[in-house]
């Protein structure tokens, strides 16, 4: 009886032991998404890719993941108030996020002034990673910048459908919209094309008549708003009710099923530049598209394509790094060459920036059209 209950305790103990010894350590990692304000659906995009990411890496992972999620509301005061919640009080390994330039510009200052990791999916104004020409070197992104995507919109417009005018519709106070209008602005008139209107409105505006009345009497062959999804569909429909027949184009900003659920026919027909398309032909692609259908029951737009690279790029340098610390993580970061992603493939230039390819979507009935592929 007593060597039986010796056996019991021996092989009791070894279980404790053998648990103890291969317990994970666990990470702490921050996600700063908007999950409220105005553009929440590209919130829920990202949380969710950012979930399944955690998801499939717990299965065979050498960490135990802790996320922290953060509600930025796409307010660039909130979303520096929970970098620095997640910096200094919940001690987080890195930053996952956020996903507009306005908000990621102040995180990623707060970010790379503490040394903390941040890579973002969908940030794409260049101050993201640059500050005053220096780099941010703690600072990367999963997404092309605003210079090559206006280069690219304003590059299709000319070329591929041979339209000579344009009239550029902005938020000033958004560096995204600003930057993306600027950089199609330059490379269209260097290729030939006329910019007959330069026209800017605020955030909160919701009546567009008077700048659009006064774009309507240069009769400009496109109009180009580079904002998000709800904005465009607003002033897409103001346009049209004024009787202007120009061809709508945008940037990535536009990719929400909101754009048509709110334009309706009014953005019928205009053109994108965007990260990922569910109609390219990829297994890695076509794996993601899978799962997130499964999963939550609805294609996954940019947003959650470009998060679910963004997180799996962080987690293959924390799995890869000799210790799990900030400096070993930004190290094998930045030597990040041909990762084989959702939206493509995408190496790290010396910014931090990732280089790869656009693709133009057009706006249909139905949804969105893939068009064609521009590469770097």
Sequence with gaps: MKKALYISLMLATCLFMSTYVFAKETIKVGLITPLSGDVKTYGESVKNAFNMALEEYAKKGKYKIEPIIADDRNDPTEGANAALKLITQDRVVAIIGPVTSKVAIPVSEIANGNR?????????????????????????????????????????????????????????????SKG??????????????????????????????GIITKVGTKKPDVI??????????????QIREKGLKGVLVGGDGWDSPELLKIGGKAVVGGYFTNHYSPDRKDPVAEAFIKKYKARYGVVPDTF?????????????????????????IVKLLGALKNYKGVTGNMS????????????????????????????P
């Design 116 to 176: 903390i990791p941040m890579i973002s999916g969908t940030a794409t104004n260049p101050k993201v990673t640059i500050s005053e020409g220096k780099r941010k070197p703690y600072v990367f992104r999963a997404c092309y910048i605003d210079p090559f995507q206006g280069t690219i919109g304003a590059r299709f417009v000319s070329k591929q459908i041979k339209q000579k005018t344009a009239a550029v519709l902005y938020d000033v106070g958004n560096d995204y």
């Design 180 to 209: 993306l209008a600027e950089y199609f602005k330059s490379t269209f008139t260097k290729g030939g094309g006329v910019v007959v209107a330069y026209e800017s409105y605020q955030k909160d505006d919701v009546d567009f008549s």
């Design 224 to 237: 180009y708003i580079p904002d998000y999804y709800n904005k465009v569909a607003l002033i897409a429909k």
């Design 304 to 328: 959650a394509a470009l998060k679910y690279d963004a997180t799996m790029i962080f987690l293959k340098a924390l799995d890869g790094a000799k210790k799990p610390n900030s400096q070993e």
């Design 348 to 375: 790290f230039d010396r910014n931090g920036d990732a280089v790869k390819s656009v693709v133009i979507l057009k706006v249909e009935k139905g949804g969105f059209k893939y068009m064609a592929t521009v590469n």
